[in-house]
Structures are given as structure tokens and as C-alpha cells.
């Protein structure tokens, strides 16, 4: 498992190769805590950072029903413990519903936070997310923009610090003026009730037999508590008073019996746990950059982009149903160019249909069919989408369809006017026609579109290889760095260094995650196999490169141990094969028949690939696990 | 034997670092500092300064520690140093104060000490002697 000779060692190896790591354990703040070396921001092996409350709270209850199970006498005090942490999260819920934004327009500056806005409920862990992006990027990429004149600074990473400090503050403040931040009594009463119930608990289980997975499951459910308490009492502003109930629960997990007689399974496996989350998040980042997966995705887009003259027609013959006709945005654009050639009593229909089709709500073409949006809306967005294009001919667009737009409106609702009398009606019309035709001759409707599936592309890659996922699902590829990599060598011998001295930790946590999941699915615990799947793919797939690339002791300075892909690879064969089922929309383990450079260069296709199509596979795993309670079955 | 050299100061340099230097309390090496982190949400540790020990956790947040409300009834409040000045409120061995990195900016730590045996005022302030308090 993973040591601080192993940490050290690392260390020495990124000094050699000049790749600053010096903020992975510097005493900067949150440093020690969050940041790591390299450009991928977010890394699937840290997503329970991101947890909601709910998850945590269904984590904990699965945990604390464990707990009982092991231990009969705690069924009262696990009971106890769970009703008090669901009526803190209810009352969280509530809160939460009134989350009315601020920032309304404001974007977050980095590309991974693209398209979330901030709001009241979201700014403490969108800030801490870009933050921790930052502190990450220093000395190796561009700092998001928030960020931009730390770069140049004597120590960075204290600048950065600063500025994530006010920025939280400053949107405190903000929500503050509109939210009542008081908290009230009887919620106070629940918070503390909550964890006097947990700190009984962990003084009861003392009493309980401590069995092998005892002190895991206490570990798993105080961590989840802890952070649910922390979480909920800090957003009221509690911190201060709860703090010293923390202290002491802490005190008393320190002093328990359980972790106590079984230290290696205990505390010393929790640090293990943040700290290979450590590990392979960098591994992960210098994985892709080693397979240069930011060029294969450029690759892949333009590949896209050149079949996107058979997808946009596509696109706008979409048929969807309206009345007695099927209405597509192809409809819409003969519509609009009818207008202007027909007559009043020819175009009445046209315009009727127009009115119809404008409030007609079809599945987001971009975000899929989890969002819903008229087709009005979704004329606005294109439109909102040119407007902030870098061309002129793009914003030049967006006004000519901002225009068509609004003579459209006003020619239906002075088409529908009773109270014009109907030469002066009739008038009206012909002169916003005669508008119309001048404008619309000026706009081209298939070449907005298809600039707003560009530039929408260029945001979101997804987009064009068709994922249907949300903007910023797509976390693999969003969190990639932007630019060429002009690193590699140093990257290469960082990876090979990496592969030498992790593998084998790699595959022992491997082996573990695996009998976890088989552990979970034999006690049929929903939450433990869902958790432990997830992690299993996400080794399995997203960190493959350490398990199947080759380093050799002596030239490991004048190769590439990702370009030497051995397939032959018992333990993760093994361990991996509870995944071999998964193939939406590929198969997600790796397999060739190819050799040499031929294989590596499959391999890396396939790797990268599986990094654009993760959304995907996270999709099919859930549904797996939803509909036969297994990965494969 | 080279990278042996370089192994050992490696880790050195980062038991080093680990151990005199966290956000803007900073400790010397007569501390021992274990993290533990057993929440995502808040930093734990154990610290241990000759022979006393402590739970140490440390809390992060936009609001301003409401001192007096935190010491109603048997606490006390404490002052652990002067400059700049750090008041803590002393309570059920435990004591608990607020640190700000930045004076102009309001953001928070929020610092919980939890002693495992009964301790006095003095030995308290003679634990905290050589921890430094870093604000700008």
C-alpha cells in the first residue's frame, strides 16, 4: 500500500524531470488537502468529494444498517442516529429549495465549471472546485481567469489563496442580502441532537465484537456523518458551536475500540484512501497527457465536423408533433420564407403555424432530452451563442436572426390585433413584410445553425460525437488541459517513473476494490455495489495505462512505458473482468490483436476515446446496476 | 546510492514541510502533527506537544466565531497571544478560536483543540507557545 517513501520517492522523480509537485505537500493552504500536480482538474477517483448531502446520507444509513447488522445491541442507537441525521438533511432540502441565483449571467471562467452558474447553493463547492483547479495549473498551465494575475506572482498558490477567500466571502455576503441565514432553534436542537446520537453510537460499539469489517464500516459511516453535520451546520453558519462536538466525536473515533485494535484497517487505510485518490488523479492526468488525448480529441471533433453537413439537415428535419401537422425547424425556415412571398389571407397559415411551432418545446438539441426548451428559447440561445462569437460574420448572424425573430413576433401579433381595423391592419402587415424580406434575404438559417453547433462544439466536445449528457458532464474531456503539450518528454519519464514505483499499488487496490464489490453484492447492500462498481470502472478503464504499459529497470529514461502495452496482465484481467460486459458504446476494456506500435497506438485510440465517451459508460454501468443489481450478470 | 541520497531528502524535505507549516498557524518541530482527516469537510489531526495531547480540528468559515456566545457558562475566555491578538474560549478541555489569514477579508478558520486528559489554563498557553499566527 501506499507509504510516505513511496510519496517521497515520487517526489524525487518529478524533481528529476521538472515537474512541480512542490504544492502537493507544500504548507499552503488547502494544499495539503486538495491540490496535486498537472492539468486535469477533476479526475473520477476524487468524485466523492462531490457528494450531495442525500448520497451521503444514503451512504451513512447503508453503513449504519451494517453496523447494526454486526452488532444487534446498536439497532436502537443506529435507529436513533439515522432519524436525526434524515430530519437535519429534510430540513437542509428545504433550505436549499430557495436557492434563487445571483450571478444570473456570470459563466464560471473555467472551462470545467463552463455553463454552471453560480447560485447561492452552489458557490462553496463550484469556488473550491476552480480554486483547487488553480492551485493544480501552477507552473504548468494557464490559471483560470479568475485567476490570471497570480501567475506571475512570487508565490501563487498565497495569491490564489486570497482570491478564493474573497470570492467566498464576497458571495456570502451577496447571498446573505437575500436569504435569511438565521438559523432557527429547532434546527440548532437537530444538529446537535444528531451528533450526540453519533457520538453515543461510536462510545456504544466499544461493546460491540469487532469483526474484520467492523472497522471499515465504522470509518465509512463517521466520515459520512462527520461530513453531513460539517456540511449542514457550516451553511448555518454553525461551524463555531459545532466545533467542539466534532473535536470530541473525533476524539472519541480516535480512542475507539475498534480502530484501535485494528490499526491497519482502520486509520491507516482511511489516509490510504484520500491519499491513492491522490495518486491516481495524477496518474490519471499524466496518463492522458502521455497519450496526448487533447490532440485526439481535436482529432475526433474535426472527424465530426466534416460529417456535420449530414447531421445538421438531420437536425432540422427533427419532426415533433403539433396539431394536425408535424413540425420540424425546417418547417419553421419555409414558414418564414413563405411569409414573404405569399399574401396576407396565404400567409395567415403560415403564421398560425409559426405561433403553434414557436411554442412547441423539444428535447435540448445539445443537453439531450433531460431538458426541455421552446423552440423560441432555443432561437434566442443560437442567437445568444453567435452573438459571443470571436467572427464578426457569426455576431453579424446573430443580430440578422435577433431581427427576424422580432419582425416575426410583431407580424403575428399584429396578424392577430382584433382591435386594428383591417385596412389599417392590412397596411401594418405589408410594411412589416416588406422588412421581413429584406432581413431574411440576409440571413442564412442553416449556416447559423450550424455555426451555433460549432462554436458549441468547440465548448463542448460532446456535443458533436452526439453524447447526450449535460454541459458540463462531460468532466474527462472538459478538465483536460487546453493547448499543445509541450512537456512530453518530461510527461513520458514522470508516467514510466509512476508506472515503476505504483503498479503494484495500483493492483493491490485493484484487488481490493474487486472484493469489495463481490463483498457487497454477496450482502446485497445496493449502495456498496453501486460505490464499489463505479471505482472498479473507473480503475479499470480510466487508469488502465498503469496496469497495461511495460517499464523496464535500466532504460526507463529513454522510453515510454505507455507506448509498450502488455495485454497479458493476470491480476488485472481478473480483477477487471467484473467489467467486461460494459460496451456502450463500445467495449470499455481494451483488447487488440495488434503488436508494437501498432497496439500502442490502438491502445491510445481506445484510451482516449474512453475518456470522451464517459459519460456514456457511467450511464450504462447505472442502468446495469439499476436493472440486475450487477455490473454483468 | 545516489537516489538513496535523494530519497532521504525527499523525505525529509516533506516531513519537514508537512510538519512546521499549516495555513496560518504555524507549528515547530517540538509539535507532532498526525492528520487524520476523517471528513472531506473539515481538516482533523492529532497533535502532540511534549506529552500533552490533542484532537485538532480545524473548521472553515464565512462566519465570525461569536466568542462570548461559545463560552456562556463554564468557559473562559483565554488570550493565547498578543500580536496579533488570538483570544480563545476554553471550555470542557477543550479550546476553540478563530484565525483570519486576511484582516480585510472575511474568511474564517475556526480552530477546536480538544485535550484528551483534563488540562489547566497555563498548560494550555504553554502549549500554544511556539505555534506562530500569521495574519496580513
Known sequence: ?633 | MRSVVLFVAAFFLYTYIYAVETFELRFDKSYKIEPKNFSKKFQSSKISKSGVTATWIKIESLDSLKLKDLCVGSGKIIRLMSNPELLGCFKNSQITFQTQAYKEISYYNIHTFDFKNKIAQDQIISFFKEMKYVQE
Not at chain 1, 107 to 126: A, E, H, M
Not at chain 1, 392 to 420: F, I, P, Y
Not at chain 1, 606 to 621: A, G, P, R
Request: charge should be neutral.
Open chain 1, 1 to 633: 500500500m501506499f507509504k510516505n517513501n513511496q510519496i517521497s520517492l515520487f517526489i524525487v522523480c518529478c524533481f528529476l524531470v521538472g515537474i512541480p509537485v512542490k504544492f502537493v505537500f507544500s504548507a499552503s493552504a488547502r494544499a495539503d488537502q486538495t491540490a496535486y500536480a498537472g492539468v486535469v482538474e477533476t479526475c473520477p477517483f476524487k468524485s466523492a468529494a462531490d457528494q450531495s448531502v442525500t448520497d451521503l446520507v444514503d451512504s451513512v444509513k447503508s453503513s449504519l444498517n451494517q453496523l447494526a447488522k454486526d452488532c444487534p445491541q446498536l439497532s436502537e442507537r443506529v435507529r436513533q442516529a439515522e432519524q436525526k441525521l434524515i430530519s437535519v438533511n429534510v430540513n437542509q432540502k428545504e433550505r436549499n429549495s430557495d436557492n434563487s441565483g445571483y450571478y444570473s449571467n456570470m459563466q464560471s471562467p473555467n472551462p470545467s465549471l463552463d455553463g454552471l452558474t453560480l447560485n447561492c447553493r452552489n458557490y462553496k463547492t463550484l469556488l473550491t472546485r476552480e480554486q483547487e483547479i488553480a492551485i493544480s495549473r501552477i507552473g504548468v498551465t494557464s490559471l483560470p481567469s479568475r485567476y490570471y494575475s497570480c501567475a506571475n506572482r512570487d508565490d501563487p498558490a498565497q495569491c490564489i489563496n486570497k482570491i478564493f477567500m474573497q470570492s467566498m466571502s464576497e458571495s456570502s455576503a451577496n447571498c446573505k442580502a437575500t436569504l435569511n441565514d438565521k438559523l432557527d432553534e429547532e434546527m440548532t436542537k437537530k444538529i446537535f441532537a444528531a451528533a450526540d446520537s453519533f457520538s453515543d453510537l461510536v462510545r456504544e460499539s466499544n461493546s460491540c465484537p469487532v469483526t474484520q469489517r467492523t472497522p471499515q464500516l465504522l470509518l465509512n459511516t463517521s466520515s459520512g456523518f462527520l461530513d453531513v453535520l460539517a456540511g449542514v451546520s457550516m451553511n448555518f453558519g454553525l461551524a463555531g458551536a459545532l466545533s467542539g462536538f466534532l473535536a470530541k466525536t473525533v476524539g472519541s473515533l480516535l480512542d475507539s475500540q475498534a480502530l484501535s485494535d485494528s490499526p491497519k484497517l482502520a486509520i491507516y487505510q482511511l489516509e490510504n484512501e484520500s491519499n491513492f485518490e491522490n495518486i491516481a488523479c495524477i496518474w490519471y492526468q499524466l496518463q492522458n497527457r502521455n497519450l496526448r488525448c487533447q490532440e485526439y480529441q481535436v482529432e475526433a471533433v474535426n472527424a465530426q465536423t466534416n460529417r456535420r453537413a449530414v447531421t445538421c439537415p438531420e437536425y432540422l428535419n427533427n419532426t415533433f408533433a403539433g396539431g394536425n401537422n408535424l413540425l420540424s425547424l425546417k418547417s419553421l425556415m419555409q414558414n418564414l420564407n413563405s411569409i414573404e412571398k405569399n399574401s396576407e389571407e396565404n400567409s395567415a397559415e403560415s403564421l398560425d403555424e409559426i405561433v403553434d411551432l414557436m411554442k412547441k418545446k423539444i428535447p435540448h438539441p445539445i443537453e439531450g432530452p433531460g431538458k426541455a426548451i421552446t423552440v423560441e428559447n432555443h432561437m434566442a440561445e443560437i442567437s445568444e451563442v453567435l452573438a459571443a462569437s470571436n467572427l464578426q460574420k457569426d455576431r453579424s448572424q446573430a443580430e440578422k436572426l435577433n431581427r427576424v425573430m422580432h419582425l416575426t413576433k410583431k407580424l403575428v401579433a399584429t396578424h392577430q390585433d382584433q382591435t386594428l381595423v383591417s385596412s389599417k391592419k392590412s397596411a401594418e402587415l405589408d410594411k412589416i413584410r416588406k422588412e421581413f424580406q429584406t432581413d431574411i434575404k440576409k440571413f442564412n438559417f442553416n449556416e447559423a445553425v450550424d455555426r451555433y453547433w460549432v462554436l458549441k462544439g468547440q465548448t463542448a466536445p460532446s456535443v458533436l460525437l452526439s453524447i447526450e449528457s449535460s454541459l458540463a458532464g462531460n468532466k474527462a474531456i472538459l478538465n483536460m488541459s487546453q493547448g499543445i503539450d509541450t512537456n512530453i518528454p518530461k510527461i513520458q519519464l514522470t508516467s514510466n517513473f509512476m508506472v515503476k514505483n505504483f503498479n503494484i499499488m495500483f493492483e493491490k487496490r485493484l484487488e481490493l476494490v474487486r472484493r469489495r464489490y463481490d463483498a457487497a453484492l454477496k450482502d446485497g447492500d445496493t449502495q456498496a455495489v453501486k460505490s464499489h462498481a463505479l471505482q472498479l470502472m473507473n480503475l479499470c478503464s480510466m487508469a488502465s495505462g498503469m496496469f497495461l504499459s511495460s517499464v523496464d529497470g535500466d532504460d526507463i529514461q529513454v522510453y515510454n512505458a505507455l507506448r509498450r502495452i502488455n495485454l497479458d496482465k493476470g491480476k488485472y484481467n481478473k480483477a477487471c473482468s467484473a467489467i467486461s460486459c460494459l460496451d456502450k458504446p463500445k467495449k470499455v476494456l481494451f483488447s487488440s490483436d495488434k503488436k508494437g506500435k501498432e497496439l500502442a497506438d490502438d491502445f491510445r485510440k481506445h484510451q482516449c476515446q474512453t475518456l470522451l465517451d464517459y459519460d456514456i459508460i457511467v450511464e450504462d454501468l447505472n442502468r446495469r446496476l439499476t436493472a440486475t443489481g450487477a455490473i454483468c450478470k
